[in-house]
């Protein structure tokens, strides 16, 4: 996973809690920090961290890592604009995914182990997005998509009858918009 990652996970516990916070929890997670953007570490790596904010905030792990990705969504929107700058809404965004903004992000990071997403339009208010991952990070994918939408000024709802956790060889995300 790219090192880049790992600087929003700091971002957000620091947010939170502060540096020491981040200390403790490297310290606990028993890694050194001092992470480079475009470099790549272990997954492992960035589960003893998780696994650490966890503990250290005393929050259930889908929590933690729903929240993280929420907010790496206004992290990546921010650093790199042209992933969101190509796409006018939501859906547009979330269908092209898996072609130009993968693309895009194999240029940047060279990133090798990323999902794979198709996405199915079953109406005007509902998408099925189909996510594939030897990662199975499909809560990540959630807080991405709900920050996502934060982005793009919608309110949505998330099912996610189909999992990767409940033996499935893919997960569906269901997203609906909803009126606010
Ligand atoms: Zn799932």
């Known amino acids: 996973m790219k090192g880049v990652v790992f600087n929003i996970l700091e971002d957000m516990v620091t947010e939170k809690g502060g540096l020491q916070m981040w200390q403790k929890v490297l310290d606990k997670a028993g890694v050194d920090g001092g992470y480079t953007a475009v470099s790549t570490y272990s997954d492992d790596e960035m589960f003893s961290i998780v696994g650490a904010v966890v503990e250290e905030l005393g929050i259930p792990a889908e929590e933690v890592i729903g929240a993280f990705g929420v907010y790496m969504f206004g992290q990546l929107a921010s ?12 859906f547009t965004f979330l269908e092209s995914i898996d072609s130009v903004i993968h693309l895009e992000v194999k240029k940047l990071m060279t990133e090798t182990n990323l999902p794979s997403i198709s996405c199915t339009r079953e109406g005007e208010k509902l998408l ?23 982005h793009y000024g919608y309110g949505i709802k998330i ?22």
């Open 79 to 90: 650093r790199y604009p042209v992933f969101t700058d190509s796409a006018s809404d939501l």
């Open 128 to 150: 099925v997005m189909n996510y594939r991952s030897p990662r199975k990070l499909c809560i990540l994918a959630e807080g991405l998509i709900y920050g996502a939408a934060e």
């Open 159 to 180: 099912d996610h009858p189909v999992c990767m956790h409940k033996g499935a060889d893919h997960c569906d995300l269901q997203v609906s918009l909803i009126d606010e």
